[in-house]
């Protein structure tokens, strides 16, 4: 009992550890939604300078995820290594214990109920592989079971999500406002550097042309000024046209900003992204999460499993 009880406690410590680095990580719905939609704008070097800030935020705190659930992964391949017997439902506890970091959310439900779920499972499959695996053993019944359990547990993370992004339209609302933004970001990049490249020079010719019209009309009107009286009503000028021009420039964009939620409004692509909204969120979600177990978790419970396997031996 006495070993039972300190296998608990190692792996409850670690789940709350997982929790709260999560937590830390400050990875939410609400930050997937907006990178999403600000992902085609990364791709465009004129545009991508606040939203490439804006990834680099929310990709930091994906890699703090990442950590999180690695932690998640120790613990389970210890499970299946060592497994618990009589105290194995008290796993619960750090489970629920952590909801109040997450104020007890919808996809928080989902993700303690799954994790709860692959512990129980991952515990008799540990088993069965130690009995069935000859090569490599060591290694392979953490990285096997490691891949069957986090399926579970990323079922349930695909069903939270769908269910927080059905129930809540202020997601759907945001990638709505956040694709337009970038968008709009986009194409005024574009539009600044033909404007840099083909008219920039020819604007501030037009601009230098006035402004030289407009001061031989002033000489010819007051003959008696000194030069630097003329230099001053110059440069006043000159200041008076570039704000015209950039309120022009502000009134373009506003102009633009509308014309894009119009037209993506009126998109069929993108209405039907927005009906299938919660879907496809979570189906990005869950491959992003399989994807991550292939390449990065099961081989890591793998090493731990080899690890936890030459310190304490088979049971």
Avoid: H
């Avoid at 194409?187 to 020819?202: F, L, T, V």
């Avoid at 021009?245 to 506003?254: A, K, R």
């Avoid at 069929?268 to 189906?283: H, T």
Wanted: with cysteine.
């Amino acid at each position: 009992m006495e070993s039972e009880i300190k296998k608990l406690v190692f792996v409850s410590t670690l789940y709350f550890l997982g929790f709260v680095v999560i937590y830390l990580s400050n990875i939410s719905l609400n930050s997937i939604t907006t990178l999403q939609a600000n992902f085609i704008e990364l791709l465009i070097p004129n545009a991508r300078n606040s939203a490439f800030e804006a990834f680099i935020s929310i990709f930091s705190g994906i890699l703090i995820a990442i950590s999180g659930l690695i932690i998640f992964c120790i613990g389970l391949s210890f499970l299946a290594v060592k497994k618990l017997d009589k105290l194995k439902y008290f796993l619960l506890i750090p489970i629920l214990c952590s909801g109040f970091l997450f104020n007890f959310s919808i996809l928080y439900l989902f993700f303690g109920m799954g994790l709860f779920v692959s512990s129980m499972y991952i515990i008799p499959l540990g088993e069965t592989y130690k009995m069935e695996l000859k090569k490599w053993k060591k290694f392979r019944v953490g990285s096997n079971a490691i891949s069957k359990a986090l399926f579970v547990l990323f079922l349930f993370v695909f069903l939270g999500s769908l269910i927080s992004f059905s129930v809540n339209d202020s997601y759907r609302q945001l990638f709505f406002n956040t694709s337009v933004s970038s968008i709009t970001n986009i194409i005024n990049a574009e539009m600044s550097n033909y404007d840099k490249n083909s008219e920039g020079n020819a604007t501030n010719e037009i601009i230098n042309q006035a402004i030289e019209d407009q001061m031989k009309k002033i000489r010819s009107q007051y003959p008696n000024l000194t030069e630097e009286q003329y230099f001053q009503m110059k440069e006043e000028i000159r200041k008076k046209m570039k704000e015209i021009n950039s309120s022009e420039n502000i009134g373009t964009n506003l102009n633009m900003t509308s014309l894009v939620s119009q037209r993506i409004k009126n998109s069929l692509i993108f209405n039907a992204i927005l009906i299938w909204f919660p879907l496809i969120m979570s189906f990005t979600i869950w491959v992003f999460l399989e994807f991550l177990t292939e390449i990065l978790f099961s081989p890591v419970s793998g090493i731990f499993s080899y690890i936890w396997f030459s310190v304490f031996g088979e049971e």
